[in-house]
């Protein structure tokens, strides 16, 4: 299946915590967070830590975004290039929206004060979630998601 490619590029880079939010109410799988500690250039002594990337993990372990499924160990060859060296990187899953709000906070609070950070992560997901919704629709993605989730592991027992 080929997704349109403005919508995929739109919610890899850019808007894939929305995406991740929306495709976990959908499903209500958790929320994951690939998380990294980089430094701008290899001789700087400052290390910033930062989501990097969202989305679900599925109940098959893998993990689900705009691309579609992928397996978390394919996930730095995408969102870590050239520009940043990464010091570590790890991912992080969480339940529910408000622990990954939470996750985001802690990890841009160098940006700017936490106060103003909740708000404009709050903002973010008030104007972006609409979209996001109506991408997982366009994408198809919560069909393609359910469609994967029961697979037989032996002849006579299925994960879902």
Known sequence: MTFPADLIEEFTFGKCYALAAALHEETGWPIGALVADWKATPGSATVRRRVVHAFVR????????????SEERDLGKTF?????????????????????????????????????????????????????????????????????????????????
């Not at 599925?58 to 499924?69: I, K, M, N, T, Y």
């Not at 997901?125 to 994408?139: K, N, Q």
């Open 58 to 69: 599925a109940p098959d372990g893998s993990v689900l975004d705009a691309r579609g499924h």
């Open 80 to 160: 870590f290039g050239p520009e940043r060296v990464i010091v570590k990187s790890w991912v992080e899953d969480f339940d529910d929206l408000e622990a990954f709000r939470n996750c985001l906070v802690s990890t841009e609070i160098h940006v700017v004060p936490e106060y103003r950070l909740r708000q404009e992560i709050d903002d973010f997901f008030a104007r972006t979630m609409p979209s996001a919704r109506a991408a997982c629709a366009a994408l198809n993605l919560v069909a393609t998601a359910r469609n994967r989730v029961c697979r037989p592991v032996t002849p006579s027992f299925a994960v879902c």
